[in-house]
């Protein structure tokens, strides 16, 4: 049977197959983090069918960061590596895009590492360029 | 930041042949486009047939074509046949100030890795359409 997907906000019941996704990428188990996550952020969507979320973002919208007038920010984005390549990214990135839009904001922007290079060319890919921002860091 | 003349003409080619995948170029019909001898070109398209980004084929319907996955090969990937990114640090030994200079340069090198290297032909390829005509 055919199970039809769609993007949704993300529930608690949710948490689980996040966690586990995001331990999949990142090799990291953070299940206190995502719950915060979930309390914090509205706009925190997943693709999911009935019974599987197959992928999620996470966004907000900054305002004034270091005089950049407000704008939507990607901090987070995972699909399973078998939904890959369906346009589940692609999907998601749009339905938060939209979520920016109708807040009144008409840029998008995000911060990965530089040796991320999969998810470096995604963003690219949906035509994401440099920012006119450095990122900076020093120990502590 | 500028890349060789050699590399540049290559990604060109590359993406000329990518953005048509079906039809065989000839090295003067890229040659003309991008104002280089045919010699130099030939030159050029033969080092990426043998780093395999490209096929040649003699004959009536032969030509150049991309054979690689425009989604998956990333500039980098056609750079690196040409030019090291990232090369100026040399290893002998530094003097005075050259390795804080060095520092600033390997921070910028890593940079246009990382951007070479995230960006596919087909992303590049669609940026172009978006891009007014001249």
Same mark, same amino acid.
């Given at each position: 049977?055919i199970?039809?997907? =769609?993007?949704?906000?993300?529930r608690?019941?949710?948490?689980a197959?996040?966690v ?9 188990r =953070?299940?206190?983090?995502w ?5 914090r952020?509205r706009?925190f ?12 973002i996470?966004?907000?919208?900054r ?9 939507g920010?990607?901090?987070?984005i995972?699909v399973?590596?078998e939904?890959?390549? =369906?346009r &589940? ?5 749009? &339905? ?6 109708r807040?009144?904001?008409? =840029? ?13 060319a ?8 440099a ?10 | ?6 590399? !540049? *003409? ?5 993406l ?5 995948p079906?039809?065989?170029?000839s ?17 050029? !398209? ?11 084929a003699?004959?009536s319907g ?20 040409f ?5 100026g ?6 003097r005075?100030?050259?390795r804080a200079?060095?520092?600033?340069l ?5 940079t ?7 960006i596919?032909?087909?992303? *590049? !390829?669609? !940026?172009?359409?978006?891009q007014?005509?001249?």
């Amino acid at each position: 049977m055919i199970q039809l997907k =769609k993007i949704r906000r993300a529930r608690r019941d949710d948490l689980a197959q996040v966690v586990e996704i995001d331990a999949r990428i990142t090799g990291l188990r =953070k299940p206190a983090y995502w719950k915060a996550i979930q309390r914090r952020y509205r706009l925190f969507l997943v693709l999911a069918d009935a019974t599987r979320v197959h992928g999620y973002i996470v966004g907000e919208v900054r305002d004034w960061e270091f005089g950049s007038p407000p704008c939507g920010w990607v901090f987070a984005i995972g699909v399973r590596p078998e939904a890959r390549l =369906k346009r &589940a990214g692609t999907g998601l990135l749009e &339905a938060l895009c939209e979520a920016f839009r109708r807040r009144g904001v008409d =840029k998008v922007r995000t911060l990965l590492a530089r040796d991320n290079a999969l998810v470096l060319a995604f963003f690219r890919s949906q035509g994401m360029m440099a920012a006119p921002f450095i990122a900076l860091e020093r120990d502590l | 930041m500028r890349l060789q003349k050699n590399t !540049l *003409l290559a990604l060109c080619s590359v993406l000329e042949f990518a953005r048509q995948p079906g039809r065989p170029f000839s090295a003067g019909e890229i040659a003309h486009k991008y104002g280089a001898s045919v010699h130099h070109l030939a030159k050029v !398209l033969g080092r990426l047939r043998r780093a395999g980004l490209v096929t040649a084929a003699r004959g009536s319907g032969g030509g150049y074509r991309f054979s690689g996955n425009p989604k998956r090969v990333t500039l980098l990937d056609v750079i690196c046949v040409f030019e090291d990114v990232g090369s100026g640090n040399e290893k002998r030994a530094k003097r005075g100030l050259e390795r804080a200079v060095d520092q600033v340069l390997a921070e910028i090198d890593e940079t246009a890795k990382a951007t070479f290297g995230s960006i596919t032909l087909e992303t *590049l !390829l669609k !940026l172009a359409r978006r891009q007014p005509s001249l």
